[in-house]
T-cell receptor, first 118, second 114 residues
Framework: AQTVTQSQPEMSVQEAETVTLSCTYDTSESDYYLFWYKQPPSRQMILVIRQEAYKQQNATENRFSVNFQKAAKSFSLKISDSQLGDAAMYFCAYRSPLPDNYGQNFVFGPGTRLSVLP | DTEVTQTPKHLVMGMTNKKSLKCEQHMGHRAMYWYKQKAKKPPELMFVYSYEKLSINESVPSRFSPECPNSSLLNLHLHALQPEDSALYLC?????????????FGSGTRLTVV
């Protein structure tokens, strides 16, 4: 079974600065997908960025970018020019291309709570 | 429409009550999910409904009962809940259970069992 680890339960960053959130995962699959989701206090989980394992190029979405190291099974999220609205819980997630017997193919990490200081 | 709509947003119920949570999407997604989330924890999968088939996490107690009236709606019926069932209940949808699609989540129902 796949596992996702986020070693930083909490982090803080000064407004306008850059912060990197860590994520590592364990899998024996060669084809999979990785995601970062953001959950602000409003509760809704919002997709931040998606990476396909077969693509070597790191995904970017505006101020958000990832450092995907497939051999090291690492998938960190970099937030540039941090804004107050970036304060949230961030979940790293792994998705297998095929579900298990229970229809499950999404594994979430434990989350990192990011605070943005003015 | 690119949203998953959940109602109600908040619910307080007694342990003898029967209530239902509603989830709706009009994106043509073929898979819908119910998750339970405790504070400061990741979501935990409860049910998956895809291609007219329901999959159940065996650890979910029978006091939770999903219902899928059509491909756009996924309800969660609640009966005889316990205080430990108080949590945020999230609904999500995906284009399919196969492939690399992400989930679109609703804003959740905050459930308190008293």
């Amino acid at each position: 079974a796949q596992t996702v680890t986020q070693s930083q339960p909490e982090m803080s960053v000064q407004e306008a600065e850059t912060v990197t959130l860590s994520c590592t995962y364990d899998t024996s699959e060669s084809d999979y997908y990785l995601f970062w989701y953001k959950q602000p206090p409003s509760r809704q989980m919002i997709l931040v960025i998606r990476q396909e394992a077969y693509k070597q190029q790191n995904a970017t979405e505006n101020r958000f970018s990832v450092n995907f190291q497939k051999a090291a099974k690492s998938f960190s999220l970099k937030i540039s020019d941090s804004q107050l609205g970036d304060a949230a819980m961030y979940f790293c997630a792994y998705r297998s291309p095929l579900p298990d017997n229970y229809g499950q193919n999404f594994v979430f990490g434990p989350g990192t709570r990011l605070s943005v200081l003015p | 429409d690119t949203e998953v709509t959940q109602t109600p947003k908040h619910l307080v119920m007694g342990m003898t009550n029967k209530k239902s949570l509603k989830c709706e999407q009009h994106m043509g997604h073929r898979a819908m999910y119910w998750y339970k989330q405790k504070a400061k924890k990741p979501p935990e999968l409860m049910f998956v409904y895809s291609y007219e088939k329901l999959s159940i996490n065996e650890s979910v107690p029978s006091r939770f009962s999903p219902e899928c009236p059509n491909s756009s709606l996924l309800n969660l019926h609640l009966h005889a809940l316990q205080p430990e069932d108080s949590a945020l209940y999230l609904c999500a949808s995906s284009q399919g259970v196969r492939g690399g699609y992400g989930y679109t989540f609703g804003s959740g129902t905050r459930l308190t069992v008293v």
